[in-house]
């Protein structure tokens, strides 16, 4: 039974990710610094930005899924967050490297593109928005992820260590979609993030299928449902948000996600199959 490191596994989407990788027959390991509310394997709390700490965390591991970090710009001062975010990604792959584990996911996010929470956000240059979008971010959060992506390909240069970077649209556990109708009819709402979102289980599919495919190097994928997050279709969105867009490099004849996912289904097999409509419709 292969041994999994899963670090925030105590957080909204780490939980969803540790019960998956169980589920799934593995021998799970959660690194957090609290708790879960719901336990389903040992958690183990550590501070990942001690890279002793780290190292005795990642210590029998075959693979690690790093998800711990400050999630979104605002929460802690800029500076706080950059460090946060940095070092404990670099502390992970450092010590993953010096261990001698292969394979490694990180949680990059779609925010790296930089409208999310740009003072005064850009359109996207073209849509959908897919991996070889510059990436412009104006905040520390953004930068985190830009500077974590760019450890990762220097960690796969230096060791040859397989590092999968999830550019993760909106988070979203099942328990959320009840709050869709106050927002699917208004385009302003969620325009910075593009409409987009993921479903907790399949982003935790899509963890998985990034630890067990091979060959991937340093990659970075975008995870997004193949749907957008509001009722108004995806074209009479970009008119009302970004009419500017003029570059659109899809048919989007419905309701069509803004965030490109087939590179992720390319490489990894993955699919996203919770729909957002399937639990309350539109």
Known sequence: MAKVVVTGGSG???RW???HFVEQGYDVLNVDTRRPDEPVCKTLLANLENLGETYGALSGADAVVHLAAIPAAHIYTPEVTFRNNVMSTYNILEAAAGLG????VIASSESSYG???AVHPPAPQYVPVDENHPQLPEDSYGLSKVVNEKTAEMFHRRTGMQVVSLRLGNVIPPEWYERFPSFI?????RDRILWSYIDTRDAASACRLAIETDGLGAVAL???ADDSSMAVRSRDLLTARYPGVTDIRAPLEGHETLL???KAKRLLGWQPVHRWRDEVGP
Do not use: S, T, Y
């Open 115 to 117: 409208i999310v929470f």
């Open 17 to 19: 990710v540790v019960r």
């Open 222 to 224: 975008n995870i997004a």
């Open 260 to 262: 490109d996912n087939a």
């Open 185 to 189: 009819n208004r385009p302003e709402e």
């Open 12 to 14: 909204m989407l780490g």
């Open 101 to 104: 584990i292969r394979k490694a």
